[in-house]
């Protein structure tokens, strides 16, 4: 069973960056792609960024040039580092992880959640 436990997560202002950190744990040694996901009031939850057991990286296009995730799950924690954050970057941010070498982008390719942590970006 594997555990993701996320930190880094608070208030900022517009402009600012924030890096959060999602620690993995239990499961088997580097079997698993990582991703990050945020979900908005009154929004699903949408992929943003991830990273295959074999080191590729994806970003979706809102931000790309602005945020970059490191790490793996042989190499925790998966880091997502936030930068030039703006207002709609606001949500509740959750680390998620699945089985296989394949990075997809729909919540229900993942078997293994967070608890998620909230960023709040203000004007």
């Known amino acids: 069973q594997v555990q993701l436990v996320e930190s880094g997560g608070g208030l900022v202002q517009a402009g600012g960056s924030l890096r959060l950190s999602c620690a993995v744990s239990g499961g088997t040694f580097n079997a698993y792609s990582m991703a990050w996901f945020r979900q908005a009031p009154g929004k699903g939850r949408e992929f943003v960024a991830g990273?295959?057991?074999?080191?590729?990286?994806a970003h979706t296009d809102s931000v790309k040039g602005r945020f970059t995730v490191s790490g793996d799950s042989a190499r925790s924690p998966v880091n997502l580092q936030m930068n030039s954050l703006k207002v709609e970057d606001t949500a509740v941010y959750y680390c998620?992880?699945?089985?296989?070498?394949?990075?997809?982008?729909?919540?229900?390719?993942?078997?293994?959640w967070g608890q998620g942590t909230q960023v709040t970006v203000s004007s």
């Open positions: 998620a992880a699945r089985s296989g070498s394949l990075l997809l982008r729909g919540p229900n390719d993942y078997d293994y």
């Open positions: 990273v295959t057991r074999n080191g590729y990286t």
